[in-house]
């Protein structure tokens, strides 16, 4: 469920009408609904209730500081991928210790940020970084919580691009090799193991994965614990789905992967921390776009939009589906048309959906697509200087630009000529 609803035949955000903001911002834009972001987080915390946990909000998924100040106000903790990611984190006033660094590549530089400023726990995915991270700890006089990532070998049935838990993925340690590992581990100074980490794709939208890679952590659990390991924290990371397709079967509700959760690892009183991305954020923003030109092409039609690849990357990427409405609700019974619906970027790829059966469209009028705010904004780029778009929050009746527009200048000033040239 989300807040972007038509009332008397015009699309809004909670209480907004998107085409006041368009007015007011210009196309194309990302618009974001608060409430939708609180109720998605309140699922996944209800979900969990009667477990020891905390809901690590993935910001990668969308990582606007305004979006981040409201989840973080609401107590969630935030699951980081990189240094810019941390700094952004605490820029929002969210405090170290709820924040879990996540990511196979971290640098020496990015250890020592999340050591002095402050960590919950690092999830570490491999041997080297585990060394790296001991010394880093050890020179800050540290001792760090460390939770270490296992491959579960599972397949999510996800899209290749976004499956992280199976064989011959970059990610974490083989689980077959878990126990050598967390004995090399537990005897490096500086480290302090305190549970295990698990995730094992994006965009599931079937819960047997899930249940299976929970699974053999549960199992693992117990071996480790055998061997001696204090494994009091499981982080179970993010991955749960979103219906991006509205015609198609419901995925599955934070509500069923809670109660996987509390079947499988329940029983091992364990803090549970989970990590979702996409299920907080996507549904809680729309891209908004107008039409510039209908083109009739030898045997289809285009839709030629003023959105493009560079502001939304996802159908060219991952060949991502995302449903295109009119923010002109069609009169009932009005002819739909079929279009390839097109941005502007000198490339075949820049094709958000072909042969779309949807609402009629002329030039001039605005369109939105659904499901846009999470992977939308934080992967844009200037690709064919199209400067970056704007972000706009809407809460009830009020909105506000949380990421203006840059000028032409601005962006082409960011370039420096050497004096020599
Ligand atoms: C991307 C990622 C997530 C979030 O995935 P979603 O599908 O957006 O929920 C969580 N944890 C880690 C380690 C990730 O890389």
Redesign the pocket.
């Known amino acids: 469920m989300d807040h972007f609803l038509y009332q008397d035949g015009e699309l809004f955000a909670e209480d907004v009408s998107l085409r006041d903001i368009a007015a007011q911002v210009g196309t194309p834009f990302y618009c974001y609904s608060a409430a939708t972001l609180t109720r998605h987080f309140n699922l996944f915390d209800e979900a969990l209730a009667g477990m020891e946990h905390l809901v690590c909000y993935?910001m990668?998924?969308n990582s606007n500081q305004a979006v981040l100040k409201l989840l973080g106000d609401m107590g969630a903790g935030m699951?980081v991928?990189s240094g810019g990611e941390y700094r952004r984190a605490r820029a929002a006033g969210v405090p170290g210790e709820r924040i879990v660094f996540?990511?196979v590549g971290k640098t020496e530089e990015e250890m020592r940020l999340a050591i002095s400023g402050g960590i919950r726990q690092f999830?570490i995915e491999s041997e080297p970084e585990m060394v790296l991270l001991s010394s880093v700890a050890v020179s800050l006089g540290a001792e760090v919580p460390v939770t270490i990532r296992v491959n579960p070998d599972v397949d999510a049935k996800t899209h290749e691009k976004?499956s992280?838990g199976k064989k011959g993925d970059k990610f974490g340690i083989p689980i077959s090799r878990a126990v050598e590992v967390y004995a090399q581990a537990a005897a490096l100074p500086g480290l302090k193991v305190i549970g295990i980490d698990v995730?094992i794709?994006?965009?599931m939208v079937d819960l047997e994965p899930f249940r299976l890679a929970f699974r053999k952590v549960a199992e693992l659990t117990e071996v480790l614990r055998g061997e001696g390991h204090e494994i009091a924290r499981l982080d179970l990371?993010?991955?749960?789905?979103i219906p991006y397709e509205r015609s198609n079967a419901d995925p599955p509700l934070p509500r069923d992967f809670g109660q996987v959760v509390r079947e499988e690892v329940g029983h091992l009183g364990c803090e549970i921390e989970i990590?979702?991305?996409?299920?907080i954020a996507g549904n809680a923003g729309v891209l908004v776009s107008k039409v510039i030109y209908v083109k009739s092409g030898e045997d289809r039609n285009f839709l030629i939009l003023d959105a493009a690849m560079n502001d939304l990357i996802r159908p060219a990427m991952y060949g991502a589906y995302h449903d295109i409405i009119p923010l002109s609700e069609p009169k009932p019974g009005a002819e739909p048309a079929t279009y390839d619906v097109v941005g502007p970027v000198c490339e075949s790829g820049d094709t958000f959906t072909k042969q779309r059966v949807m609402a009629e469209m002329g030039p001039g009028e605005l369109v939105a697509f659904r499901s846009a705010g999470?992977?939308g904004a934080v992967m844009s780029s200037e690709y064919n200087s199209r400067p970056l778009i704007p972000e706009v929050l809407v809460r009830g009746d009020q909105f506000a630009v949380i990421r203006p527009r840059p000028t032409f200048d601005e962006m082409i000033n960011r370039d420096t000529i050497p004096p020599w040239l």
């Open positions: 993935a990668k998924a699951d991928v996540s990511g999830n976004i992280t995730h794709g994006s965009q990371g993010g991955g749960l789905g990590e979702p991305g996409r299920l999470a992977y």
